[in-house]
């Protein structure tokens, strides 16, 4: 079973910045398209980006121009770059992967992002 584990949140002053990796147990990336979502306290689990694994990204609107996906295929590892932080983006950030052959979905336990002074 393949399991991802994303790391690099933690607390940080409005406007700074952080990045975040998630790294598979496998191979899984090569041709799944890959997203980050966040959960707030209280709300439920929106998506942040997307990226469809031929070099395509998008972005909700509160955070095109903050962030960035990206994967490293090589490291089985997937990134987002994060700057201009703000308040409303504290928030658990999860990983997911969905393979686009076998149709599995995999989820991450999260990380937690606090933005706060």
């Known amino acids: 079973q393949v399991q991802l584990v994303e790391s690099g949140g933690g607390l940080v002053q409005p406007g700074g910045s952080l990045t975040l990796s998630c790294t598979a147990s496998?191979?899984?990336?090569?041709?799944?398209?890959l997203a980050w979502y966040r959960q707030a306290p209280g709300k439920q689990r929106d998506l942040v980006a997307l990226?469809?694994?031929?070099?395509?990204?998008d972005y909700a609107d509160s955070v095109r121009g903050r962030f960035t996906i990206s994967l490293d295929a090589s490291k089985n590892t997937a990134y987002l770059q994060m700057k201009s932080l703000q308040p409303e983006d504290t928030a658990v950030y999860y990983c997911n992967a969905f393979h686009l052959t076998s149709r599995m979905t995999y989820w991450g336990k999260g990380t937690l992002v606090t933005v706060s002074s």
């Open positions: 990226f469809n694994g031929f070099g395509s990204a």
């Open positions: 496998g191979n899984i990336f090569t041709g799944s398209m």
